[in-house]
T-cell receptor, first 115, second 110 residues
Framework: AQSVTQLDSQVPVFEEAPVELRCNYS??????LFWYVQYPNQGLQLLLKYLSGSTLVKGINGFEAEFNKSQTSFHLRKPSVHISDTAEYFCAVSDEVQGAQKLVFGQGTRLTINP | NAGVTQTPKFQVLKTGQSMTLQCAQDMNHNSMYWYRQDPGMGLRLIYYSASEGTTDKGEVPNGYNVSRLNKREFSLRLESAAPSQTSVYFCASRRGNEQYFGPGTRLTVT
């Protein structure tokens, strides 16, 4: 069975500082990895995804993530955060991208940007 | 193009009451999903529909039923609500490998 662990439930950072949100997964088969963002009182939207190929993937709003198979990690990074990045971030894994694509989500990390 | 819409936005039920959460998408997507979001637990899949006419259980289906009414609409029914079903419910549809989420329904069962 697949599972996702987000190691930090809350991450406070100052504006313009770098940030890393950590995600570890477990899966016995091929994995496809995603980061979704949820702004206050909204649904989730896709930030970025890893399906195959280059292990460094870039997403929207200046975020990027690196797939590390040996460490079973998919950490999300941004070199300089903005107040508007305040949101909850979810890492998710799926073992298929065709068919049903059932996502398994982590617990979420609340990112708070302080001025 | 409204994307994924959900009704109602908020609902309060008493234990034992029933209700249906509505979801519609106007993007002509085949697959649709229902999730619940609880603090500290992320999102968990309740039911999904890979295509019109099919539905399957997800991780936490107990206490729920679904109907894929047509390609656009996928409803979630609580037959006899319980306080453990207090949650925020999200509907999503999928194109390719991206899921598109609705704004959610906040349900409280007292």
């Amino acid at each position: 069975a697949q599972s996702v662990t987000q190691l930090d439930s809350q991450v406070p950072v100052f504006e313009e500082a770098p940030v890393e949100l950590r995600c570890n997964y477990s899966s016995s088969v091929s994995v496809y990895l995603f980061w979704y963002v949820q702004y206050p009182n909204q649904g989730l939207q896709l930030l970025l995804k890893y399906l195959s190929g280059s292990t460094l993937v870039k997403g929207i709003n200046g975020f990027e993530a690196e797939f590390n198979k040996s460490q079973t990690s998919f950490h999300l990074r941004k070199p300089s955060v903005h107040i508007s990045d305040t949101a909850e971030y979810f890492c998710a894994v799926s073992d298929e991208v065709q068919g049903a694509q059932k996502l398994v989500f982590g617990q979420g990390t609340r990112l708070t940007i302080n001025p | 193009n409204a994307g994924v819409t959900q009704t109602p936005k908020f609902q309060v039920l008493k234990t034992g009451q029933s209700m249906t959460l509505q979801c519609a998408q106007d993007m002509n997507h085949n697959s649709m999903y229902w999730y619940r979001q609880d603090p500290g637990m992320g999102l968990r899949l309740i039911y999904y529909s890979a295509s019109e006419g099919t539905t399957d259980k997800g991780e936490v289906p107990n206490g729920y039923n679904v109907s894929r009414l047509n390609k656009r609409e996928f409803s979630l029914r609580l037959e006899s609500a319980a306080p453990s079903q207090t949650s925020v419910y999200f509907c999503a549809s999928r194109r390719g490998n991206e899921q598109y989420f609705g704004p959610g329904t906040r349900l409280t069962v007292t």
